[in-house]
């Protein structure tokens, strides 16, 4: 498990490569197994994956479009505001969702990038996805077959100088 | 990695034994593996073992004093918002941190439980730790050793219910 912790990059190159249905469903169902206060779930999913034109649309809202294109399957994460009793905890609950996912990816060896640029262009991802206002755009995971390359560990605070106290 | 992801359970039960600081040490260096928004790494620790009467007193901030005053050791997690660019995205990756930091303490067999109720303290919380308004009370990780009893899966919403599309 810590190996997948320690392994797990946000990848942002992928080959053409499709991913499976059933390793989507799988990043999802690791996604849905996260804690959430009152376990009230508040993540939701719009999947993007055989539309191309509409993924190219999407990718078109964040900065990052020159590799978002690229990837086989966008999945657009959402918080259910009916479902939501604190915004900031349950914000904090779908970033464990979206965790879940990425080392679900990781164990799969499939590539994947969590976009949170997107959320500047929340409007424009719910119009074009025909979502309402009840949900807010949390993220966007960009999934597809990792190319090759390796992709580099980010560089990490100690963590020493992390810790306030230690009493 | 799957079945730590499923095996995870909030655990609110301890015995009286301590947790070695080593695997505190681990948790956190697990936590700290988490991704970020512009790798920002926002998230940082106050711990509470050694002193148990500081320990007490803020197991006394929330409503689950009952038995958060029985976990060995309280990891109280911040917000540092000079290290934070966006607050709502920051949220998120300080949720996969304690995502990381509940899968380490799964897989080492150790009980833990997210509190994020505590968050109405935030200010007697900081007063008590001595810490500053640069940082925000995120969540506070209840950490003991667990007791045997079997803790319950909550129930979940089904797969189905949680996907918005699939285009």
């Known amino acids: 498990m810590s190996d997948i912790i320690k392994k797990r990059r946000s990848v942002r190159k992928f080959t053409v490569d499709p991913v499976e249905t059933d390793n989507i469903k799988k990043l999802l169902q690791a996604g849905t197994l996260a804690p959430s206060g009152k376990n009230g779930q508040p993540w939701r999913f719009a999947i993007v994956q055989q539309d ?9 809202c964040t900065v990052y479009e020159d590799f978002v294109c690229r990837a086989d399957c ?17 914000c904090q609950a779908i970033g464990a969702c979206i965790q879940n996912m990425l080392l679900k990816a990781t164990e799969l060896e499939l590539g994947a990038c ?36 390796k992709e580099c560990a980010p560089s990490r605070k100690q963590l020493q100088d992390l810790i306030l106290s230690y009493k």
Request: a positive charge; charged letters at 30%; hydrophobic letters at 45%.
């Open 114 to 149: 969590w976009i949170g640029e997107v959320l500047n262009r929340d409007a424009q991802v719910k119009r074009l996805l025909g979502i309402d206002n009840r949900y807010d755009l949390m993220a966007v995971v960009a999934v597809g077959q990792k190319s090759g390359e």
């Open 74 to 90: 966008l999945v657009c994460v959402f918080m259910d505001k009916l479902d939501s009793y604190h915004y900031i905890k349950d």
């Open 52 to 60: 191309k034109a509409l993924l190219r649309k999407v990718a078109a």
